[in-house]
């Protein structure tokens, strides 16, 4: 591999994702190649106690990183030498896990005498579109929906993020996991969930539509959560028919605050969807036809980079030394942050998600 120095288009990053239950790594470059990547789930570790145990998860990522790291640099035919930069997830998420990870970086750093990119997981799901997608620029409008986060963001540029609503209580992802729990569909949900309403009827049982038409921008699932429960105890119901209702009620919430957040800001020419719960074909659908109805370009990453993965947080690194290529990377004693808003300027919300 030349030297790759002054030509931003080609760096070339190797990438660390360990803040949730998902440990990987991979290399991209930055004219949007992956070249090599690997993802280890936990979730056999995790199934038995139905969900994520962080001492678990941080003893796994410790576990398994450092030879994935190895396997990927082998998968690509480099060495650690020949890549331009190291990026690693510095939160937000389970903080031993984010530390693992973000240790894992620094010596690597270290030891090839590389820049160290301490990426913001939400950046990585945040940008992970255009990783994919080379046609879409700044700015998009961006639904960000994953496990610990249910946020409409303006994405005005690399590191240039306004939120505009949150959930008060619970993000999608952990509404569409407690609602595969109280089903008896195991862990992780979501994907489960899916599956079980194309089974159902998505009319057949009444469940709340919370803060639908409310004049705050914000998003509540608990409500609903609740409703499932309840639906589920009074045994009235069919599981795929409260599956399916319970999922179109979600994507109703969904449409809801982003038609306000269209209507009450200036034009955005594309709709973007991020996170795990991007990989729900049906949420996908709703909101590609929202996008249709606005006339505005609609961007999903593909499933793999819906769900946590290594090459969004490389292409971050990726976005950020193209912004600034002279970018001398982040002082090796930068700390792993268990929160960590995108947009620092916005203001708390009670209850707001604090998972990744
Ligand atoms: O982005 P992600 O992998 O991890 C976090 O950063 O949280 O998102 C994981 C979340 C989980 O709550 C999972 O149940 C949800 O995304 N998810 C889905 C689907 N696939 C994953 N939710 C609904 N439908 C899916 N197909
Ligand atoms: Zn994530």
């Known amino acids: 591999m030349g030297s790759t120095q002054n030509n931003s288009e080609a760096r070339i990053i190797l990438g660390i994702e360990s803040s949730c239950d998902e440990t990987a790594v991979a290399i991209v470059t930055g004219d949007r190649t992956i070249v090599a990547q690997r993802i280890a789930s936990q979730e056999a570790e995790h199934a038995p106690y139905g969900g994520v145990v962080p001492e678990i998860a941080a003893r796994a990522h410790a576990q398994r990183l450092a ?57 990585g799901h945040a940008l992970s579109p255009r990783l994919a997608d080379r046609e879409l620029g700044f700015p998009y409008l961006l639904l ?17 993020y306004r939120r505009l609503a949150t959930t008060i ?15 008896g569909l195991g862990y992780p949900g979501g994907p489960a969930v899916e599956q079980l309403t194309r089974q159902g009827d998505p009319k057949a049982v009444p469940l709340p539509r919370p803060l639908k ?41 969904l449409i809801d605050r982003l038609s306000k957040a269209l209507r009450e800001n200036p034009p955005f020419p594309a709709l973007v969807v991020a996170g795990g719960v991007a990989a729900n074909q049906s949420v996908r659908g709703a909101l590609e036809s929202l996008a249709d109805t606005h006339t505005m370009r609609f961007t999903a990453p593909p499933l793999a980079l819906c769900t946590d993965n290594a090459a ?5 690194g990726c976005e950020r030394l193209a912004m600034e290529p002279d970018f001398a990377g982040d002082p090796l004693d930068i700390k792993a942050r268990p929160r960590w808003p995108l947009d620092p300027e916005a203001e708390a919300v009670r209850g707001a998600g604090v998972k990744a």
Request: hydrophobic residues 50%.
């Open 169 to 183: 209580d619970d993000a999608l992802g952990e509404a569409f996991d407690k609602t595969a729990k109280i089903l």
């Open 67 to 123: 030879p994935m790291i190895e396997a990927v640099l082998a998968d690509a035919g480099m060495a650690v030498g020949d890549v331009d930069a190291i990026a690693a997830t510095a939160g937000p998420g389970l903080i031993g896990g984010v530390m693992v990870g973000l240790v894992s970086g620094k010596a690597l750093a270290m030891a090839a005498d590389k820049p160290l990119i301490a990426v913001n997981h939400l950046e």
């Open 213 to 253: 038409g409310s004049k705050e921008p914000h998003f509540s699932f608990a409500g609903l959560k609740s409703a499932v429960m309840r639906a589920y105890e009074s045994g009235e119901h069919a599981p795929a028919d409260i599956a399916a209702s319970f999922q179109q009620a979600a994507i109703d919430c």
């Open 312 to 316: 969004m947080i490389a292409w971050a």
């Open 144 to 160: 960000l929906v994953s496990g610990g986060h249910c946020q409409i963001l303006s994405v005005e540029g690399v590191g240039q």
